[in-house]
């Protein structure tokens, strides 16, 4: 089974403060994505990347930025965390994305920016 | 149905009952469309997937159906059980070498599935 992790469940943060969420996939997968999720609004995609040191912006990439130096965890960090910010963030990977592969999920970090 | 504003859709359905979740999509050139189920607290999990060549696809208890026509997308659930609860939602990914990248998808806002015992 396909495993992806993610570093925290739950995190609170004061704004200002630099951020970083970790994602690690044990599965060798070529793909990797960040994505917050909020109500109403579904899920969005912040950055992918299909390959080491590889990144591509997604639809919000404003206020976030990401680091994938090994192929098996992708980080999204946060440089001043705001308010607006507050969300539940999802990693999610897939074996290639140039084949249409299914995209599996981490659990999701929830972070609340004070 | 997908949602507007802020408020899923929400099915509410009894026990044993068959549940059907739609979902429509925007974009002619998607081939390849996933559907999701996301319990409370947890990350979205793979159910079943199906590709433009096709109009159904059957898996334990689910089954989808595609209409390209008219650009919809349905999930039907089988003798649903309170564990079923959850949002579901459907991605749509478009052919990279029709959009010039990679594959990446296209969420729907979900719909909230209540199954009542």
């Known amino acids: 089974d396909v495993k992806v992790t993610q570093s925290s469940r739950y995190l609170v943060k004061r704004t200002g403060e630099k951020v970083f969420l970790e994602c690690v996939q044990d599965m060798d997968h070529e793909n990797m994505f960040w994505y917050r999720q909020d109500p109403g609004l579904g899920l969005r995609l912040i950055y992918f990347s299909y390959d080491v040191k590889m990144k591509e912006k997604g639809d919000i990439p404003e206020g976030y930025s990401v680091s994938r130096e090994k192929k098996e965890r992708f980080s999204l960090i946060l440089e001043s965390a705001s308010t607006n910010q507050t969300s539940m963030y999802l990693c999610?990977?897939?074996?290639?994305?140039?084949?249409?592969?299914?995209?599996?999920f981490g659990p999701g970090t929830r972070l609340t920016v004070l | 149905g997908e949602s507007v504003g802020l408020h899923l859709p929400t099915l509410s359905v009894q026990e044993g009952d068959n549940s059907i979740i739609n979902c429509a999509y925007s974009n002619s050139a998607s081939d390849y469309f996933i559907w999701y189920k996301q319990e409370s607290g947890k990350g979205p999990q793979f159910i079943i997937d199906i590709r433009s060549n096709m109009d159904k696809r059957q898996g334990q208890r689910v089954t989808v159906l595609l209409n390209k026509t008219v650009k919809h997308l349905s999930l039907q659930i089988a003798a649903t059980q309170p564990g079923d609860s959850a949002v579901y939602f459907c991605a749509e990914n478009i052919d990279p070498r029709r959009s010039g990248g990679s594959y990446i998808p296209t969420f729907g806002r979900g719909t909230s599935l209540i199954v009542h015992p």
């Open positions: 999610a990977s897939c074996l290639s994305a140039n084949r249409g592969d299914t995209q599996y």
